[in-house]
């Protein structure tokens, strides 16, 4: 089993800045990646950042320049670092991880909420 929790979500005004958390836990040989994905009400589940254990990235275009995904492999963290926020960024932010070995594996999701 693997546990993943999230942090860091919130209300924001636009402009405004949140920094999202996701620290994994359990039993897991090693991870390919972790990273993020969001889902907003009547909408499908959408990439948001993804990093490979290598440490590269990979960015929806409607985030990139905005948001930054970082990863301190020791602790099993990932971290999402959202500036500029716009009132389309609202959703749930759910953060994933994908082991070396096995399916992916998901939180429960963090609310942002960014008011216009």
């Known amino acids: 089993q693997v546990q993943l929790v999230e942090s860091g979500g919130g209300l924001v005004q636009a402009g405004g800045s949140l920094r999202l958390s996701c620290v994994a836990s359990?039993?897991?040989?090693?991870?390919?990646?972790m990273g993020w994905y969001r889902q907003a009400p009547g909408n499908e589940r959408e990439l948001v950042a993804t990093i490979t254990n290598g440490g590269s990235t990979n960015y929806a275009d409607s985030v990139k320049g905005r948001f930054t995904i970082s990863r301190v492999g020791a602790k099993n963290t990932v971290y999402l670092q959202m500036n500029s926020l716009k009132p389309e960024d609202t959703a749930v932010y759910y953060c994933?991880?994908?082991?070396?070995?096995?399916?992916?594996?998901w939180g429960q999701g963090t609310q942002v909420t960014v008011s216009s």
């Open positions: 359990g039993k897991f040989f090693s991870i390919n990646a």
């Open positions: 994933h991880l994908d082991p070396a070995l096995g399916t992916r594996w």
